[in-house]
């Protein structure tokens, strides 16, 4: 680092030299000089702006998310209605979040294919379009993992509000059957203590009340299977819950080899052309390496023929 020197002096002379030449003022010069020290702010490209709103996008739902937290789970808090308003409009998020990044990945593959991405300081070089694209598809991995970890926090959120509602359901099951049974055993209490001053009722009579007997029966097993049918309903909701929750942690277990396997891609690339470029190395040293040696017989066949001519 001793034989390092600072020559931002010698710049600015040259660029004051060049501006002279060129006729400028000193007002203009002046400026040109001041943008050394304060540098303007790089415009952002449409990209980093969509990328950047997606961000606050995500951002603002986990807020949301953290903020009616306990109304979403504690039951006393809120109402059903309530707790299905705040599902809805984080689904209305959620939705919202994944078009945008939808969206950037669209952009990334028409710019791609067009070949209109910026190159980086508005320099091409070699292989900047892919490293841009390389680039691109980060950011769009690293939104895509943030919305996931801020839908795996609601996901527990309604699991647990699912595990909830089967508690609820589970336990006032029996109480509902004893009831029914309760009711019908008193309702043929009834019609027995009716039928007690008649001894004789007539045919008519008692074939209603056997049809009567027989739709209740029907209504009792009718609401015992829809209980059945409601509590195996949001046993399967909370299921389905569980492995979306697992699913989409497969998925980004998934993006997670995919952008492994897609560096070590690039770096079998990068081998592949420093391969190619040995190879077209050892290509010219050994055309070289042939010229110098056709070069050398023939000198040497000179000198010999040269020497016998000589001698003779």
């Not at 449409?46 to 807020?63: C, G, M, Q, R, V």
């Not at 320099?123 to 980060?138: E, F, L, P």
């Not at 509590?231 to 569980?242: H, P, R, Y």
Request: charged letters at 30%; proline letters at 3%; aromatic letters at 6%.
């Amino acid at each position: 680092m001793a034989g390092v020197r600072d020559r931002t002096e010698d710049l600015k002379d040259t660029v004051r030299s060049v501006a002279l030449s060129l006729e400028y003022d000193e007002s203009k010069i002046a400026s040109i000089l001041a943008s050394f020290i304060i540098r303007k702010p790089r415009q952002k490209s449409p990209f980093t702006k969509a990328a950047l709103k997606t961000l606050e996008s995500i951002e603002a739902l986990d807020k949301f998310i953290v903020k009616h937290r306990k109304d979403y789970v504690e039951r006393h808090r809120t109402t059903e209605q309530e707790r299905d308003s705040i599902e809805h409009e984080v689904g209305v998020f959620i939705k919202t979040c994944k078009e945008q990044i939808d969206i950037l990945q669209r952009r990334i593959k028409d710019e791609d294919k067009n070949g209109t991405s910026r190159p980086w300081l508005g320099i091409m070089v070699d292989n900047s379009q892919a490293d841009i694209v390389a680039h691109r598809h980060g950011v769009v991995l690293i939104l895509s993992e943030r919305l996931h970890v801020v839908t795996a926090q609601f996901d527990q959120l309604r699991a647990k509000r699912f595990q909830e509602a089967v508690n609820r359901a589970t336990p006032r099951r029996k109480p509902q059957k004893v009831s029914i049974s309760h009711s019908t055993d008193a309702s043929r209490s009834v019609r027995s203590e009716v039928r007690e001053p008649d001894e004789f009722p007539p045919e008519p009579l008692r074939v209603q009340q056997q049809l009567l007997d027989d739709e209740t029966q029907a209504l009792q097993v009718e609401l015992s299977n829809l209980l059945d049918a409601v509590q195996e309903t949001e046993t399967k909701m909370v299921e389905m819950s569980a492995l979306n929750h697992l699913m989409s942690t497969h998925v980004l277990q998934q993006a997670q080899q995919i952008e492994f396997l897609y560096e070590q891609a690039v770096e079998a690339t990068n081998n592949v052309e420093m391969g190619n470029k040995e190879l077209t190395q050892a290509i010219d040293r050994n055309r070289s390496s042939r010229t110098f040696n056709m070069l050398f017989f023939f000198v040497l066949t000179f000198s010999v023929l040269f020497l016998h001519y000589y001698s003779s």
